[in-house]
């Protein structure tokens, strides 16, 4: 069983930013990738960002050039770093890995971007 604990949601202003971390109870290097996404109320749930082992990455429209997906295999961490953040932003922000064979979710970390 894959655990995975989200840290670095929280408030922030329209243009700030916030880095979200994701940590996994089991080595990351094996997964065959890892990714965020989010839902917003009365919204489906949807890929923001996602990184594979070999390193490709893929990212939603609204977000390139703003957000960044990266991962430490040492730390068995993933992380996104939200820049220019904007008020459509808010949502709640899932962690996602995928293995060969099953998929797995945090419990989901809070993003409000609010004046």
């Known amino acids: 069983q894959v655990q995975l604990v989200e840290s670095g949601g929280g408030l922030v202003q329209p243009g700030g930013s916030l880095r979200l971390s994701c940590a996994a109870s089991?080595?990351?290097?094996?997964?065959?990738?890892m990714g965020w996404y989010r839902q917003a109320p009365g919204k489906i749930r949807e890929l923001v960002a996602r990184i594979t082992g070999g390193g490709s990455t893929n990212y939603a429209d609204s977000v390139k050039g703003r957000f960044t997906i990266s991962r430490d295999n040492a730390k068995n961490t993933v992380y996104l770093q939200m820049n220019s953040l904007k008020p459509e932003d808010t949502a709640v922000y899932y962690c996602?890995?995928?293995?060969?064979?099953?998929?797995?979710w945090g419990q989901g970390t809070q993003v409000t971007v609010s004046s």
């Open positions: 996602n890995v995928e293995t060969y064979i099953n998929s797995y």
């Open positions: 089991v080595t990351i290097s094996s997964f065959y990738a």
